[in-house]
Nanobody, 121 residues
Framework: QVQLVESGGGLVQAGGSLRLSCAAS????????MGWYRQAPGIQRDLVAR???????NYEDSVKGRFTISRDSTKNAVYLQMNSLKPEDTAVYYC???????????????WGQGTLVTVSS
């Protein structure tokens, strides 16, 4: 079993910053990529940012220039630095990882339980 635990969410005023953290634990051989997704009430879960094991990154257009994703492979962790937050960033943020559990092909797509980010206007 693989578990992802997010932290760092909270309430912040528009223009402020938050840093989200996610640590993976359990039956992990390697992690191909990790990312952050978000979901607001009544809205589908969408990509915010993703980073591969090689360091390549992708960002949703609305967060480019404001959010930065990074990783620490030693800790099986991923971070999301969120600056210049806007009310429309309000959502539950979920950590995701594509995890290889064995050298011989075992793999799974793991999700955290989410951390709430609320940006007030």
């Amino acid at each position: 079993q693989v578990q992802l635990v997010e932290s760092g969410g909270g309430l912040v005023q528009a223009g402020g910053s938050l840093r989200l953290s996610c640590a993976a634990s359990g039956s992990i051989f390697s992690i191909d990529s990790m990312g952050w997704y978000r979901q607001a009430p009544g809205i589908q879960r969408d990509l915010v940012a993703r980073i591969t094991s090689g360091g390549s990154t992708n960002y949703e257009d609305s967060v480019k220039g404001r959010f930065t994703i990074s990783r620490d492979s030693t800790k099986n962790a991923v971070y999301l630095q969120m600056n210049s937050l806007k009310p429309e960033d309000t959502a539950v943020y979920y950590c995701n990882a594509y995890v290889r559990t064995t050298y011989f092909g075992g793999a799974l797509d793991a999700w955290g339980q989410g951390t709430l980010v609320t940006v007030s206007s």
